[in-house]
Nanobody, 121 residues
C-alpha cells in the first residue's frame, strides 16, 4: 500500500522560503516519478513540479519556474520542494503525488494528505 506523507508547510511572509518534504513508502521509490500539486481555496488542483525517477528530468509550472526547485533523495525515499521568493498567490494546500507508471510522469494515482502553505503579504 502506497503511503505519501507531506511535511514542512506553514505560514511565511511574502519573499520568504519554505521547504516541503514528502516521505514515501509502499513501492520501490526510485522506480517512480514524483510530483507536487497544489490547490488554493475555490480553485482546482494544479500541477506545480515533477521529477523523474532518477532526478535527471524536472518539469515546472510557468508560475513557479525560477522560484521553486523539486528534488529527491532516493536513499531516503523522499521528494522535496524548495520554495523561494514566495508570493501570496502561492497560498494553497500542497500535495505530493507518485506516478502510476515507471516510464512516464503521470498519471498520478497516489496522493498524500497535503500540507498547508500560507504566504502573507
Amino acid at each position: 500500500q502506497v503511503q505519501l506523507v507531506e511535511s514542512g508547510g506553514g505560514l511565511v511572509q511574502a519573499g520568504g522560503s519554505l521547504r516541503l518534504s514528502c516521505a514515501a513508502s509502499g513501492r520501490t521509490f526510485n522506480y517512480y516519478p514524483m510530483a507536487w500539486f497544489r490547490q488554493a481555496p475555490g480553485k482546482e488542483r494544479e500541477f506545480v513540479a515533477a521529477i523523474s525517477s532518477r532526478g535527471s528530468t524536472t518539469n515546472y509550472a510557468d508560475s513557479v519556474k525560477g522560484r521553486f526547485t523539486i528534488s529527491r533523495d532516493n536513499a531516503k525515499n523522499t521528494v522535496y520542494l524548495q520554495m523561494n521568493s514566495l508570493k501570496p498567490e502561492d497560498t494553497a494546500v500542497y500535495y505530493c503525488a507518485q506516478s502510476t507508471s515507471i516510464a512516464t510522469m503521470g498519471p498520478w494515482h497516489y496522493w498524500g494528505q497535503g500540507t498547508q502553505v500560507t504566504v502573507s503579504s
